[in-house]
């Protein structure tokens, strides 16, 4: 498939560059098509005005999102495919697994509101085992775009490939974008190295201010960069710090450094559920993902 770029409009909101990459995907592009589950509605005008054979709100039927989103791909189109995470991750998961998977249809499916984006709107709005969930398919591209940059670069990238891929959107940014799949190395030093997944890059910038660590850094997660890793790893300490369930990437790590004596500390969201409220920043705190308790833990580490 190939994908015109034309310049690109940049906002700071990473769902509303979703939407305004989207609709530009469309234009540049008529084997692309849209389907929604209301959400992200008020940014989908323009699409549905130009493209409305191409562009598709389901409603909250989200096992038939991800179906209709499987019948554009058996017709040879390429489709973005996009409601809450929760919802397009767990409750349509089967139908992901058996319209995508099994019968080997590519498309893009983008999740809103990751772990608690969305705290406000309870346990129901909150998917923090996505990433995890998703990684249990085979040969699924996995991108948590830190930045608004970030999303408009992996969105294009994504709809421009084959296969199935998954992207994840939240309100979390880093300061600093990158561009391109793999690892990217933030700071070298000559301790430990640790690893940011996705948009909590400025936290482990935060807590690790005053050491001599390595910080690497990676909005496209699945495929691991495993040869990235290998290549400037030191001391046998590794920190992962990733905005989902702790230890989802700990597979990838470990099998990246299976034949190289390593200690791993995985650090994400807990395997508790936190029956309050609150908002984002209440939950990542809660959870240990801020500067203060991402340098607790690592601090705790590195000692013993």
């Known amino acids: 498939m190939t994908v015109t770029v034309t310049p690109t409009r940049l906002v700071r909101d990473p769902r509303m560059q979703f939407a ?3 609709t530009d995907l469309l234009d540049e ?6 389907v929604w589950a209301e959400i992200s509605g008020r940014f989908f005008g323009d699409a549905v005005r130009r493209h409305p054979d191409r562009v598709v709100n389901v409603g909250i039927r989200e096992q038939l999102l991800v179906n209709v989103g499987a019948g554009f791909a058996l017709t040879g189109m390429r489709p973005i495919v996009h409601t809450f995470g929760t919802f397009l991750v767990e409750r349509g998961f089967e139908q992901i697994k058996l319209g995508f998977g099994h019968q ?24 923090p085992g996505d990433v995890a969930l998703m990684d249990t398919l085979p040969d699924v591209v996995i991108h948590a775009p830190g930045t608004a940059e970030e999303t408009d670069e992996v969105l294009r990238r994504a709809v421009a490939a084959d296969g199935l891929h998954y992207v994840r959107i939240v309100e979390q940014t880093n300061a600093e974008s990158f561009r391109g799949p793999g690892l990217h ?12 997944l996705g948009p909590v890059l400025d936290e482990v910038l935060a807590a690790t201010a005053d050491r001599d660590v ?3 850094y990676a909005h496209s997660v699945r495929p691991f960069d495993s040869g990235g890793l290998r290549s400037v790893i030191g001391t046998p300490d590794v920190v992962l710090v990733e905005p989902w369930l702790a230890g989802t990437s700990a597979r990838v790590v470990s099998d990246a450094l299976q034949d190289l004596p390593h200690r791993l500390l995985s650090l ?3 395997r508790m559920e936190l029956r309050h409220y609150g908002t984002p920043a209440e939950h990542q705190r809660a959870h240990g993902l801020d500067a203060a308790g991402i340098r607790r833990s690592m601090e705790s580490f590195l000692a013993g």
């Open 20 to 22: 305004l990459t989207a």
């Open 29 to 34: 592009d008529f084997s692309t098509a849209l």
């Open 104 to 127: 080997g249809l590519g498309g893009v499916l983008v999740g809103g509101g990751g772990s608690f984006d969305a705290s406000r709107g309870g346990r129901t709005h909150q998917a």
């Open 185 to 196: 190395v933030v700071r070298r030093g000559s301790g430990a190295t640790v690893i940011a």
């Open 214 to 216: 390595t910080v690497l």
């Open 268 to 270: 994400g969201t807990r």
